[in-house]
């Protein structure tokens, strides 16, 4: 356990030393260079990066590093009211000026752009006709204090069983003949699976899509924990934004990829699934061996079979 900060002012360094807890600090330089913090940080190889009040945006090294394993506050309900400059009072008064009914917290893991990591927790509060930024804090701050301990000892402290799905598509030509690969990790044990599938015809998202719905679809027990790495924006933040469940309120009119959409959310509800968005290409181990079983898969004309549903399909 360890306490790192780049306010050497800062009161929870004394507070925390009072209690024999490691602490540190350090300066821009040494948190963005590659062969500084996130060296200190790998040695301590720890369980849970936990950010409170830290408005510097984490570097892509230290993320990759780290995959759902960094967590943070938000001080609304994302995506609300998030980006850069969004903290502390300007948060708050955006809130009002915006006159809001109810705002609240986030919580939710970390990635390479503010406050889009997927989301873990929100618990919300009422707005009053006379509220001021002051007194919204004031809420806010109650719920921080309510649930932030409690999440964290969740994610600490899993009771059931969590499962690491990576995945990634391709199509060469988008559209033309497309591949995809996925791994199955169970966290804690030394097991994993892969699998990787060619089709005929076919685009990236598609590709995409359904490798995360056969990676869920191969989980035998249910329901489970499942953080799905992607690097597919069209994914992520459908998911995670709960875009999808409006589409299908309004039965996925003018929607593409509309039979895969449903068999996502048949399966996605079998289990407990959080939606974690990694940079494509950017050295992340699991998701450059997903994006080569995909591209092998999609160059194996002999294994190939026809993406059923694809409306696009070559002319006979």
């Known amino acids: ?7 050497p002012s800062a009161f929870v360094l004394e507070r925390t030393k009072q209690h024999g807890v490691f602490t540190s600090t350090f300066d821009r330089s040494h948190f963005t260079n590659p062969a500084g913090l996130l060296v200190e940080l790998l040695e301590k190889k720890p369980d849970l990066i936990i950010l409170a009040g830290f408005l510097w945006k984490i570097p892509s090294a230290i993320i990759v590093a780290f995959p759902s394993k960094i967590i943070n506050i938000h001080p609304s309900l994302l995506p609300k009211y998030g980006g850069k400059g969004m903290y502390g009072g300007r948060v708050h008064q955006a809130v009002i000026d915006a006159m809001d009914t109810e705002s ?3 919580i939710h893991y970390v990635n390479e752009e503010y406050d889009e990591g997927a989301i873990i927790f929100q618990s919300k509060v009422s707005l009053s006709s006379s509220e001021t930024a002051e007194s919204l804090a004031q809420k806010v701050h109650s719920l921080e204090h309510e649930h932030f301990p409690k999440q964290i000892e969740k994610l600490l402290l899993p009771t059931g069983k969590r499962v690491n799905l990576y995945t990634d598509g391709a199509a060469s030509g988008n559209p033309g003949p497309g591949g995809y690969g996925l791994i199955l990790e169970w966290e804690g044990t030394p097991y994993k699976k892969t699998f990787a599938q060619g089709f005929i015809h076919t685009t990236n998202n598609r590709m995409e899509l359904r490798a ?6 191969m989980l035998k027990e249910a329901p489970l924990d499942v953080v799905v790495f992607t690097d597919s924006k069209y994914i992520s933040e459908a998911v995670e934004k709960k875009w999808v469940f409006g589409w299908e309120k309004k039965g996925f009119k003018d929607k593409k990829n509309v039979d895969l959409w449903i068999a996502f959310l048949k399966v996605y509800r079998k289990h407990k699934v959080r939606m974690q968005w990694i940079k494509g290409h950017n050295q992340h181990p699991e998701n450059e061996w997903c994006d080569k079983m995909a591209v092998k898969a999609s160059k194996n004309k002999e294994s190939h079979i026809e993406d059923v549903g694809y409306k696009h399909k070559l002319k006979e």
Do not use: A, C, D
């Open 1 to 7: 356990m360890g306490v790192y900060s780049n306010n």
């Open 104 to 106: 609240g917290i986030t």
């Open 212 to 217: 995360v719905i056969k990676g869920l679809q």
